[in-house]
């Protein structure tokens, strides 16, 4: 008895001990020497500010305390790689309007979110008092939406547009051309840019590709020496993409246009790749021959509903093959140019091909577009 007894003053014992209130600590140790004044500002200013803004297309991320309560949910995005908005393939082309997080910013986010999202390593205590300086400013990140980034265009049209969410709607502007006129650069400034993910631009008529606008690249500039030649009485037509809006919205943009009176020795144009279903495959195809030597500057997939991937690629005279752009996963939402950093020199004869690949029923057709000058 005395056992049993002995037994069940032990086990009531071990149920207070286990069952009894404790005190948790409020404070966890830093686990990061990564900072937001430091690292973390910078990447916003490079990959994220440009759409995470006040008035942008997401919440802000401009301040410490905003982008400290975002944490988890940039941590989760950057290691899904939902964010930033790119769907090129890394080591297939490099591109100036590059939207990817390197390896090292990567790492530096989920750092500082994982060791708690310190601001600073604090001021070095001076014992010196100044009544006359100003208080000090908080590090924050600096969006350039509203100002042109280019420089200043030689004319500025209106583009006034309507369209619903996740949908494109087009509006055409008038150049006021009365001769032929060369054009070196367009830059694109909307006027809410909550609702505007893109803006493609276009020749009237020809349809000739002249650029697209993205909130991380907000101009398209030829390479030195090259230009558009638009004919008197051109026209520009705007095919302008919505996000995140269900109810119809107005927006007021601005096209910058800079003109070149310089002498050109390259024309831009562009190369035309249809893709449409192949017989017996799950995949769009299209190709081109080039009839002349020629050097490839930007490339313009039309992304439509359904693509699982897109690959661009040139076959040599010679039966080699390079790679120029491949895709995964491509965003309807974000038509994207992809401008290479170096030029790629086509020869005469070379063969373009477009293989799109899709994860469900192929669509009916879509195009590339290939900004090519000589």
């Keep these: 008895m005395n056992r049993l007894v002995a037994a069940g003053v032990l086990a009531c014992t071990f149920g207070l001990i286990v069952a009894w209130p404790r005190t948790v600590s409020s404070h966890a ?14 990447i916003l200013n490079a990959r994220c500010v440009m759409c995470h803004a ?24 950057v290691l899904r790689r939902h964010m930033p908005p790119w769907s090129a393939v890394a080591g297939y082309g490099e591109f100036v309007n590059e939207n990817r997080l390197t390896l090292r910013e990567s790492q530096f986010l989920v750092s500082w979110v994982e060791g708690l999202g310190p601001r600073n390593a604090g001021r070095v205590f001076l014992n010196v008092v100044d009544p006359t300086a100003a208080a000090p400013q908080d590090v924050r990140a600096t969006p ?20 619903l969410r996740s949908g494109s709607t087009r509006a055409v502007v008038d150049l006021g051309l009365r001769s032929p006129r060369q054009v070196r650069a367009l830059e694109f400034m909307p006027g809410d840019r909550r609702v505007v993910s893109a803006a493609v631009f276009s020749v009237e008529g020809t349809g000739q590709w002249l650029g697209t606008w993205t909130p991380w690249h907000p101009y398209v500039s030829l390479p030195d020496g090259t230009v558009y030649r638009l004919p008197a009485g051109a026209r520009i037509v705007v095919d302008v993409q919505y996000r995140g809006k269900s109810d119809p919205q107005m927006d007021h943009g601005t096209l910058g246009v800079f003109f070149s009176n310089a002498p050109a020795s390259k024309t831009a144009t562009d190369l035309v790749l249809d893709a449409q279903p192949a017989a017996g495959a799950r995949a769009l ?19 439509v509903p359904g693509l699982s991937s897109v690959e661009v690629s040139a076959r040599r005279p010679d039966g080699g093959t390079d790679v120029l752009l491949a895709l995964t996963e491509p965003s309807i939402e974000w038509p994207t140019p992809y401008l290479l950093k170096t030029p790629r ?7 373009v091909f477009v293989v799109a690949r899709a994860s469900a029923s192929l669509p009916p057709r879509m195009r590339v577009r290939i900004g090519q000058y000589r």
Aim: charged residues 25%.
């Design 29 to 42: 140790s830093l686990t990061t020497t990564v900072l937001f004044d430091r690292e973390i500002v910078r």
């Design 54 to 77: 006040d008035n942008g297309l997401s919440f802000p991320l401009v301040t410490y305390e905003q982008t400290w309560l975002q944490g988890r949910s940039m941590r989760a995005s």
């Design 144 to 163: 350039h939406g509203n100002h042109w980034q280019f420089g200043e265009p030689d004319v500025t049209l209106d583009v006034e547009t309507t369209g």
């Design 285 to 303: 195809r299209g190709r081109a021959r080039v009839s002349r030597d020629t050097f490839v500057w930007a490339i313009q997939p039309e992304i």
């Design 345 to 351: 020199r086509l020869t005469r004869g070379t063969e």
